[in-house]
């Protein structure tokens, strides 16, 4: 379900001449049943709402005042979100013999042609308030106040998000409103300049507008309408910017090591979060660790737990990073298998999160399982999973990807594997090339080739997996010796150099003459200036080599004071 809340402007949208019509609240009531919050924004003061609508309870909540007021109808209680401007200036306006005028909570109300009058007190009392018109009524109103910071503050009381709503309008004074909204709808006797912004100009006037909203709403038809201004930039192809929906898409990145997979990731995380949608990221390898756009959760000597993932994810303002790097690789599918079905069920109660992204997903979800956690990619938004083996994805995997980006030198090998896992044929390339990056949707017979975007922030890759992860046997270094006696596999930079204090001298001489732990970081890392610098010391052979390189690398990657609970020799197979 993409949308947990509908929320409706009152007059000329909801009533009509003031007054609701019964069929329309019985169609408040229907999307009520659904499990849905309804809230109701308005500009009106809340005394006079509340004698002209006797249901204001239908709704969780009410936005009086447009946006200064908030008012829980299950309490009985409001809440002024606002300062109101200080009694002088209605008192002006009332000497003034301005009619009529309204003195609510915070906003002060008239009609125009008094617009001048209340301009003219504005300028010469010296007073910074803004004022807002709406078919010829005129509010005035503290600066940054209106009906979308009044939602906003309706939505953080019920810890729901903006992406979750639809709402719809009439007048001037909802551009903002719906502009906050996943999907902005207008009635069919909005102003003109409204219907041609909104997301879904609807068919039909005030509350019938309303009832033709909720139909779309309670059969799903709206889940599955485009909204193209939160389609998120994935980079350029050859007629220009590439987009993605931001719900109801199963998206995997695949690729082979180090062609980018975790780069092209890193953008679209950042784009989405930076439009709020909430992400969570399942980290199995510590990729993500310095991801500044979430909390991390999990260190290298404390795995996170359900619980405290699902903690932090109750606001939905806030994404998350699950840092699986302190639990054993045996640990981690169980896990998984543990949290997504609760992150489900999470979505299902509050809207999010919008994105899960499940980083080596072919470790989580192997060709073996035929079941996986997830049944729909919308009961968690969208899903990305990312993988260096698309064919060793579990065929249940498999049926939920609508969409794949190949990053690396050699796409169409990527898009072959993927295909051929589907049963399909390689789709061809479209455009020219584009530093080896292809975005196939599974239901087109061909790709297209894409320029990425790069994220803004800069990250460094891999850095905490390289410092006291579990890395993958080809990427782990191993203390062999002159003789091959020995057989030590350094998992992470903390346990090389664990080992490393441990060898006798000439093991660690024999590596350090064949120039073997600058190859290791430059190849298997992919840190080339560690590498140089390791490289020097290696050519330079100091009688305190040893210490030298244990202190390089403690600078660059701040090695913890302690080494993990675990022994990664015994602990993965």
């Known amino acids: 379900m993409r949308y947990h809340v509908l929320a409706c402007d009152y007059d000329d949208t909801l009533a009509r001449h003031g007054e609701v019509a019964e069929h329309t609240i019985k169609t408040l009531e229907r999307v009520s049943r659904s499990g849905r919050k309804l809230l109701l924004v308005t500009g009106r003061e809340l005394d006079d709402l509340l004698t002209v609508f006797p249901h204001a309870d239908l ?16 309490q009985r209680s409001g809440e002024p979100l606002a300062d109101p401007p200080p009694p002088e200036f209605a008192e002006r306006l009332r000497g003034e013999g301005v009619t009529p005028l309204g003195v609510g909570s915070v906003i002060v109300a008239t009609r125009e042609p008094s617009d001048v009058q209340v301009q003219d007190a504005i300028r010469e009392l010296g007073l910074e308030l803004q004022v807002i018109r709406n078919k010829g009524a005129v509010m005035v109103l503290p600066p940054g106040v209106n009906k979308a910071s009044g939602l906003a503050a309706a939505l953080d009381r019920l810890g729901l998000s903006g992406h979750n709503v639809v709402a719809v309008g009439d007048a001037e004074n909802d551009h903002a409103f719906l502009s906050a909204a996943e999907c902005g709808a207008a009635v069919a006797n909005a102003v003109p300049a409204l219907l041609r912004q909104c997301d879904l100009p609807l068919g039909r006037e005030n509350g019938d507008g309303v009832a033709e ?21 994935l980079g350029e192809g050859a007629g220009g910017e590439v987009r993605l929906r931001p719900y109801g898409t199963g998206l995997v990145v695949a690729g082979p090591s180090g062609s980018g997979k975790s780069t092209v990731t890193t953008a679209l995380l950042e784009r989405l979060v930076e439009a709020r949608y909430q992400c969570v990221v399942i980290d199995p390898e510590g990729d993500y660790a310095e991801f500044a756009g979430a909390a991390v959760l999990g260190e290298p000597d404390r795995p996170p737990g359900p619980e405290e993932v699902l903690r932090l994810l109750e606001s939905p303002d806030q994404s998350a ?43 989580l979800m192997p060709a073996e399982v035929q079941e996986v956690p997830v049944k729909d990619v919308r009961d968690l938004g969208s899903l990305m999973m990312i ?9 249940a995997a498999l049926d939920l990807v609508d969409g794949v980006i190949a990053v690396g030198p050699e796409p169409a090998e990527t898009l072959g594997a993927f295909a051929g896992a589907l049963g399909r044929d390689t789709p061809a390339l479209e455009g020219e090339a584009a530093e080896g990056a292809a975005l196939w949707r599974v239901s087109a017979d061909t790709a297209q080739l894409v320029h990425p975007t790069p994220a803004r922030a800069h990250r460094t890759r891999h850095r905490r997996k390289y410092a006291a992860g579990t890395m993958s046997k080809d990427k782990s270094f191993y203390f062999t010796g002159p003789e091959d006696r020995l057989n030590l596999r350094a998992r992470n930079l903390h346990n090389f150099v664990e080992l490393a204090e441990g060898v ?12 073997d732990y600058s190859t290791w970081i430059g190849e ?16 330079e052979k100091p009688d305190d080599s040893l210490r030298r390189v244990a202190e390089l690398i403690e600078r660059r990657y701040t090695l913890p004071a302690e080494p993990t609970k675990y022994d990664p020799d015994h602990d993965d197979t």
């Open 524 to 539: 298997k890392l992919g840190d080339a200036e560690l590498a140089g610098e390791v490289g020097r010391v290696e050519r």
């Open 59 to 74: 709704f969780d909540l009410v936005v009086a005042e447009n946006g200064a007021l908030l008012y829980d109808p299950g």
């Open 504 to 515: 006798d001298d000439e093991t660690w001489a024999f590596h350090l003459r064949r120039g």
């Open 321 to 363: 990073v699950v840092n699986m790097i302190g639990m054993p690789l045996r640990d981690r599918p169980a896990f998984f298998a543990e949290l997504m079905p609760r992150l489900v069920a999470l979505r299902a109660r509050l809207g999010h999160p919008h994105c899960v992204v499940v980083d080596e997903a072919h470790h």
């Open 387 to 395: 993988t260096v083996h698309p064919e060793a994805l579990s065929p």
């Open 213 to 233: 909203l909720a139909d779309l709403l309670l059969s799903g038809e709206l889940d599955e309408m485009e909204i193209p201004r939160h389609h998120v930039l």
